[in-house]
């Protein structure tokens, strides 16, 4: 699938499509899904709301296009549940990843991704990825103890005779910067950005 893929190009082999993408590790798994449905039985978003890994393979069988613009599909939190078992090799995971990235180039759910821009800036500004600002106070909420645990973190690693993580140097940063800008990664960021910040 091609970032030039727009859900208006017909006819779409969706299933060759997702095959071929370089998220998919699984090979032909897509193709070879049965509809046990174990995927669905083991997916802790299923468990909690109407999203069905099984059916995401049928629809994408049946070149159903339109899932792409389903909010169900963002319910995914790659846990690779699914992908641990499924009894004849195919990955929902990585299919939902190809499925959320061609909704993404056609437009469609940019308000689903706009709160984790951050991490996408934290490549800029340190070349690696790092959880944004805005979630800390929920983390901390989910986790009693993740904030001040993070706060001494430097003398906790101390305490253990642990050395400092390593931090790419800034010609790391810059290079990566570099790349991210010329690949075009940055201006699809701004672009997504922009177009939220018009909205609010
Ligand atoms: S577990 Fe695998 S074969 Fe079974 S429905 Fe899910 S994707 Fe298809
Ligand atoms: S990776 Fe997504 S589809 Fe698979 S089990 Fe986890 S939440 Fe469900």
């Keep these: 699938m091609t970032t030039q893929q727009k859900i208006t190009d017909s006819p779409i082999d969706f299933a060759e499509d997702i095959i071929h993408d370089v998220k998919n590790s699984r090979e032909e798994g897509v193709l070879k899904c049965v509809?046990?449905?174990?995927c669905t039985s083991t997916c802790p978003a299923a468990r909690h709301s109407d999203y069905n890994p099984r059916e995401i393979i049928e629809r994408v069988l049946d070149g159903?296009?339109?899932?792409?613009?389903?909010?169900?599909i963002w319910n995914c939190f790659y846990c690779y549940t699914c992908h641990s078992v499924c009894p004849v090799g195919n990955s929902v995971c990585e299919v939902n990843q190809i499925l959320k990235q061609l909704a993404i180039n056609n437009e469609i759910a940019w308000d689903k991704i706009y709160e984790y821009l951050g991490f996408a800036?934290?490549?800029f500004n340190a070349a690696i990825g790092a959880i944004p600002e805005i979630f800390f106070t929920?983390?901390?909420?989910?986790?009693p103890g993740w904030w001040e645990f993070r706060q001494n973190l430097a003398d906790i690693?101390?305490?253990l005779n642990l050395d400092p993580p390593l931090l790419p140097d800034d010609d790391v940063i810059d290079e990566v910067s570099l790349i991210l800008t010329i690949t075009g990664f940055?201006?699809?960021?701004e672009k997504i950005r922009d177009s939220q910040e018009d909205i609010k």
Excluded: F
């Design 35 to 38: 509809q046990c449905g174990m």
């Design 64 to 72: 159903d296009l339109t899932i792409i613009e389903e909010d169900n």
């Design 121 to 123: 800036d934290s490549y």
């Design 138 to 143: 929920q983390i901390d909420e989910d986790v």
């Design 157 to 159: 690693r101390d305490e």
């Design 186 to 189: 940055k201006e699809k960021i």
